[in-house]
């Protein structure tokens, strides 16, 4: 059983930036793929990147390429979201996720962190 972590989030000002960490349970940073979504109140659960643990190639959502970087530490199971020129529409709650290999969907989840930006 895959368990996962969220830790990082807080309130943070317009124009700053964060970095979320995700730590996961057992050696799974070699096959299959994590990745970063979050929810905002109201809204459906948005996908904003994810990496393959073999290859190390990364997705991004459009709202987010050019201002967040996913990555991945094997040596200490921690998946990584750093987040620059937070804006108050990147409040949410944030969730990583792993993806078997083979799968289609992301079938673990972590509980959360939050981020609110202010204005």
């Known amino acids: 059983q895959v368990q996962l972590q969220e830790s990082g989030g807080g309130l943070v000002q317009v124009g700053a930036s964060l970095t979320l960490s995700c730590v996961a349970s057992?050696?799974?940073?070699?096959?299959?793929?994590m990745g970063w979504f979050r929810q905002a109140p109201g809204k459906e659960r948005e996908f904003l990147a994810n990496i393959g643990c073999a290859s190390g190639r990364t997705t991004y959502a459009d709202s987010v390429k050019d201002r967040f970087t996913i990555s991945r530490n094997r040596a200490t199971n921690t998946l990584s979201l750093q987040m620059n020129f937070l804006k108050p529409e990147d409040t949410a709650v944030y969730y990583c996720?792993?993806?078997?290999?083979?799968?289609?969907?992301?079938?673990?989840w972590g509980q959360g962190t939050q981020v609110t930006v202010s204005p």
């Open positions: 996720a792993r993806r078997q290999a083979g799968e289609t969907s992301y079938q673990y």
């Open positions: 057992g050696q799974i940073f070699y096959n299959g793929y």
